[in-house]
């Protein structure tokens, strides 16, 4: 069986499985009593799954190996196309909003941006669970193809870490004569496969190395907030939301309201998978150090967290301390105490979520704001968005791994103002790091920033302001959708997405041109500038 469906197409295959997953909200909308909903999701994946049919038994007979350079562009379809067909199912259920509303609503799902033209209360149930899941595999879908597809052109962050001369520079050490030997098989051993550079078949690999531990983790996500006092349905899309940093929501509101803070620590700790590979299978390659506790990137992210958690904290803590000092009765000391822990449990929490793209508020992010006395800490949440999470997860942004390498440079250079005979050290990955993978993380700094101004320029040309076409660009460009909220924007009112549409919340008013823009935004965010701008290559080509 796996033969076959290696010889489909990889487009169609993936095809087949979103119509398998519509099976899913179908049956949920049987058990709840609403059948149009139902009827529209098994009619559509009835519908798929007879149109992928036909188009492998067309290709089964005659398959054509898949070119390396075309996996950018298989890539780059399931981020365009695919939300073509996850739209059909949801434009149907909501008549009035139209078919491109629903193709944009699967493509902000599909980049696990989470941004959405609709109202949390005004949506059915079925059609909440199937952006969850549409959400939820855009992120399974990023794990397994920054192995299968980014990691053999390197690029997505792997060319950080890769030779620039095609091979090591320095004499790697001897393995220990305690190691066991690993002979290479023969090509005449049967359980020799000569096709692992098919793209379809290292995705494959991928999914069966990623699946189980991804599923795994939501699962025990959702029986944890389900155990800490989440209904069933928000704790399963709060799971599958944490573990895909969609932020996909059914409800309005923070994320601990049910829970409380104990259901926020534990999505606390589920979020710590997105700030480096080394917590998923696959991309050795990433690994700068051997130990977990000196790893780059866990090391920024929590230099950050505490870094914007102190200064938000810290800012009114002082003056509460002068305000002490007249004398206040402990029981008010003590209150103020409270609030401030808080506060501070508020800004820990939105800092690595907004670090790995995810979105999701604190119940105490409101205190955390009053407390702080700023009047627009968000846009620190729009910084932390644009820095992200790990290479190779499922966070946006630039990485945290090129900003280390950025980071280490400038300290590099530094060090050589003071001292200008030194000689660095740290080891063979610390000198790449410094220069060669500082100035690649340079060049997509860069490229990024260019994307930021492009997109802002494309969406200011209707009238909208300048501040709410840069957040929003930003948000698009991270996939961080929720970022338009945490940041007061002014809404448009040029369009609409229907009854159940929600324009004040930045996205739904927006017009027609504008979204096409942020939509192909989401897309280039989550692929990257750098593997889009390799498809104009004519080096790339070539190969």
Same mark, same amino acid.
């Given at each position: 069986?796996?033969?076959?469906?290696?010889?489909?197409?990889?487009?169609?295959?993936?095809?087949?499985? /979103?119509? *398998?997953?519509?099976?899913?909200?179908?049956?949920?909308?049987?058990?709840?009593?609403?059948?149009?909903?139902?009827? !529209?999701?098994?009619?559509?994946?009835?519908?798929?799954?007879? $149109?992928?049919?036909?188009?492998?038994?067309?290709?089964?007979?005659?398959?054509?190996? #898949?070119?390396?350079?075309?996996?950018?562009?298989?890539?780059?379809?399931?981020?365009?196309?695919?939300?073509?067909?996850?739209?059909? %199912?949801?434009?149907?259920?909501?008549?009035?909003?139209?078919?491109?509303?629903?193709?944009?609503?699967?493509?902000?799902?599909?980049?696990?941006?989470?941004?959405?033209?609709?109202?949390?209360?005004?949506?059915?149930?079925?059609?909440?669970?199937?952006?969850?899941?549409?959400?939820?595999?855009?992120?399974?879908?990023?794990?397994?193809?920054?192995?299968?597809?980014?990691?053999?052109?390197?690029? @997505?962050?792997?060319?950080?870490?890769?030779?620039?001369?095609?091979?090591?520079?320095?004499?790697? #050490?001897?393995?220990?004569?305690?190691? %066991?030997?690993?002979? /290479?098989?023969?090509?005449?051993?049967?359980?020799?496969?000569?096709? =692992?550079?098919?793209?379809?078949?290292?995705?494959?690999?991928?999914?069966?190395?990623?699946?189980?531990?991804?599923?795994?983790?939501?699962?025990?996500?959702?029986?944890?907030?389900?155990?800490?006092?989440?209904?069933?349905?928000?704790?399963?899309?709060?799971?599958?939301?944490?573990?895909?940093?969609?932020?996909?929501?059914?409800?309005?509101?923070?994320?601990?309201?049910?829970?409380?803070?104990?259901?926020?620590?534990?999505?606390?700790?589920?979020?710590?998978?997105?700030?480096?590979?080394? $917590?998923? %299978?696959?991309?050795? +390659?990433?690994?700068?150090?051997? =130990?977990?506790?000196?790893?780059?990137?866990? #090391?920024?992210?929590?230099?950050?967290?505490?870094?914007?958690?102190?200064?938000?904290?810290?800012?009114?803590?002082? @003056?509460?301390?002068?305000?002490?000092?007249?004398?206040?009765?402990?029981?008010?000391?003590?209150?103020?105490?409270?609030?401030?822990?808080?506060?501070?449990?508020?800004?820990?929490?939105?800092?690595?979520?907004?670090?790995?793209?995810?979105?999701?508020?604190?119940?105490?992010?409101?205190?955390?704001?009053?407390?702080? @006395?700023?009047?627009?800490?968000? *846009?620190?949440?729009?910084?932390?968005?644009?820095?992200?999470?790990?290479?190779?997860? !499922?966070?946006?942004?630039?990485?945290?791994?090129? /900003?280390?390498?950025?980071?280490?440079?400038? +300290?590099? &250079?530094?060090?050589?103002?003071?001292?200008?005979?030194?000689?660095?050290?740290?080891?063979?990955?610390?000198?790449?790091?410094?220069?060669?993978?500082?100035?690649?993380?340079?060049?997509?700094?860069?490229?990024?920033?260019?994307?930021?101004?492009?997109?802002?320029?494309?969406?200011?040309?209707?009238?909208?302001?300048?501040? =709410?076409?840069?957040? *929003?660009?930003?948000?698009?460009?991270?996939? =961080?959708?929720?970022?338009? @909220?945490?940041?007061?924007?002014?809404?448009?009112? &040029?369009?609409?997405?229907?009854?159940?549409?929600?324009?004040?919340?930045?996205?739904?008013?927006? %017009? /027609?041109?504008?979204?096409?823009? *942020?939509?192909?935004?989401?897309?280039?965010?989550?692929?990257? !500038?750098?593997?889009?701008?390799?498809?104009?290559?004519?080096?790339?080509?070539?190969?």
């Amino acid at each position: 069986m796996i033969r076959i469906l290696q010889r489909l197409p990889l487009l169609v295959l993936l095809s087949g499985i /979103v119509a *398998l997953t519509m099976l899913i909200p179908a049956s949920f909308a049987s058990v709840t009593n609403d059948e149009v909903i139902a009827r !529209t999701f098994f009619y559509a994946a009835l519908f798929i799954l007879i $149109f992928c049919g036909l188009i492998g038994l067309a290709t089964h007979a005659n398959p054509r190996p #898949q070119r390396s350079r075309e996996t950018l562009l298989t890539m780059l379809g399931v981020f365009g196309l695919l939300p073509i067909l996850m739209a059909l %199912p949801f434009a149907e259920s909501l008549p009035d909003t139209g078919f491109f509303n629903a193709w944009w609503e699967m493509v902000s799902s599909l980049t696990t941006t989470g941004a959405s033209l609709y109202s949390a209360d005004l949506l059915p149930a079925p059609l909440h669970l199937w952006r969850s899941l549409v959400g939820w595999m855009g992120g399974f879908f990023v794990l397994i193809s920054a192995v299968a597809i980014l990691a053999p052109l390197r690029v @997505g962050g792997f060319e950080i870490m890769s030779s620039p001369y095609g091979r090591d520079e320095y004499v790697q #050490q001897l393995p220990r004569s305690a190691d %066991p030997r690993q002979p /290479v098989s023969h090509l005449s051993d049967p359980r020799h496969d000569s096709r =692992t550079a098919d793209p379809g078949v290292r995705l494959i690999r991928a999914a069966k190395q990623v699946g189980p531990v991804y599923l795994v983790l939501t699962l025990a996500l959702w029986i944890g907030l389900l155990l800490l006092g989440d209904p069933s349905f928000l704790a399963l899309t709060r799971a599958m939301g944490t573990l895909s940093t969609s932020g996909i929501s059914p409800v309005i509101g923070q994320t601990g309201e049910m829970s409380g803070v104990a259901g926020e620590m534990l999505i606390f700790v589920f979020l710590i998978p997105a700030l480096s590979r080394r $917590f998923w %299978p696959g991309g050795g +390659e990433l690994r700068a150090t051997e =130990t977990l506790r000196e790893d780059p990137e866990l #090391q920024m992210a929590a230099a950050m967290v505490i870094l914007v958690s102190a200064v938000l904290f810290l800012r009114h803590f002082l @003056g509460a301390i002068d305000a002490a000092g007249a004398g206040p009765k402990m029981p008010l000391m003590l209150a103020d105490l409270v609030n401030g822990l808080s506060a501070l449990w508020g800004v820990m929490f939105n800092a690595l979520s907004y670090l790995t793209t995810t979105g999701w508020n604190s119940v105490d992010w409101q205190g955390a704001r009053a407390w702080s @006395g700023l009047s627009a800490p968000g *846009l620190i949440l729009a910084g932390l968005a644009m820095m992200g999470g790990g290479i190779a997860t !499922t966070a946006g942004g630039v990485k945290l791994l090129r /900003v280390y390498a950025l980071a280490r440079h400038g +300290e590099r &250079e530094m060090e050589r103002i003071v001292h200008p005979s030194s000689v660095s050290g740290g080891g063979r990955i610390a000198r790449r790091l410094r220069r060669e993978g500082a100035y690649l993380a340079f060049i997509f700094f860069m490229l990024f920033a260019m994307s930021i101004a492009a997109v802002v320029t494309l969406v200011s040309i209707h009238a909208i302001e300048f501040e =709410t076409a840069t957040i *929003l660009s930003i948000a698009a460009l991270t996939n =961080t959708g929720p970022l338009a @909220g945490a940041i007061p924007l002014t809404p448009a009112f &040029e369009a609409s997405a229907g009854i159940a549409s929600a324009p004040w919340e930045g996205w739904s008013g927006l %017009p /027609v041109f504008t979204k096409i823009v *942020l939509a192909f935004a989401m897309i280039l965010g989550r692929i990257e !500038t750098l593997a889009v701008l390799a498809l104009f290559s004519p080096e790339f080509w070539r190969r």
